[in-house]
């Protein structure tokens, strides 16, 4: 799927913590970030490397995911646009909490903790906006713990599936994953994640294409995952 910003205003048009910020103050936001370009594949920074940007996506996806001792990863969310990542080290002036991948070719513009500092000292709404989100994470992670709680890995699959698909009403959804990075995602092995691809496609509630995952009856995953219609 092609994720990106709607270019129908000022690059910061639908980025909820920037929603209630005056134009000219916007203008100044964007001014002082630094636009920046990353490869699928790329790592954009590292479990505690210094917490010194806050990223804004515009264009692609980025994978958010922690690594264990023996090298496993686990992926925590995918960030699309208007959303932001990094918000939570800007906050407590602390190492990065976790890593981020991009899963496809991404635009995204890179505001400083300095810049980003200077504008809530000056703007003290912003600050409800930066709790909201993270206020989000923390009830993404809340459902991901839950969801290894109650679902079986199949409804995990089919609910990361959902997520990935977006609010998309297209009756065919093309996600850009692999099944290691589905496997990830979804807390389980290869292995198993295949299974349950496979399973899927004899339903014909999606079919692979390489490295592409071509979702064809959506509510039919929503239904596996527990999610209603």
């Known amino acids: 799927m092609d994720h990106r910003m709607p270019d129908n205003g000022d690059a910061l048009t639908g980025v909820d913590m920037f929603a209630g910020l005056e134009p000219d103050v916007r203008q100044r936001v964007i001014a002082a970030a630094v636009p920046r370009h990353y490869r699928k594949g790329q790592i954009l920074f590292v479990e505690h490397d210094p917490g010194d940007s806050l990223i804004i996506m515009k264009r692609g996806a980025v994978a958010v995911f922690r690594t264990a001792p023996t090298g496993e990863r686990a992926v925590l ?53 930066v709790m909201r989100s993270v206020g989000g994470l923390i009830r993404r992670l809340t459902e991901q713990n839950a969801d290894h709680v109650f679902l079986d890995l199949p409804g ?37 994640v295949n299974q349950a691809i496979g399973s899927f496609a004899s339903r014909g509630w999606l079919r692979t294409e390489g490295r592409r995952i071509v979702v064809t009856d959506v509510q039919a995953l929503r239904r596996r995952a527990g999610m209603g219609s």
């Open 77 to 129: 969310t995918v960030v699309r646009p208007p959303d932001v990542l990094g918000e939570v080290s800007l906050l407590d002036a602390s190492t990065r909490s976790a890593s981020a991948e991009a899963i496809e070719d991404s635009q995204a513009l890179s505001l400083s903790r300095a810049a980003f500092m200077d504008l809530v000292h000056s703007n003290p709404r912003i600050l409800d906006a």
């Open 156 to 192: 995990r699959v089919a609910k990361t599936l959902v997520r990935l698909s977006g609010e998309s009403q297209a009756p065919m959804i093309t996600i850009e994953l692999n099944q290691s990075q589905l496997a990830e995602m979804a807390g389980g092995s290869r292995q198993s």
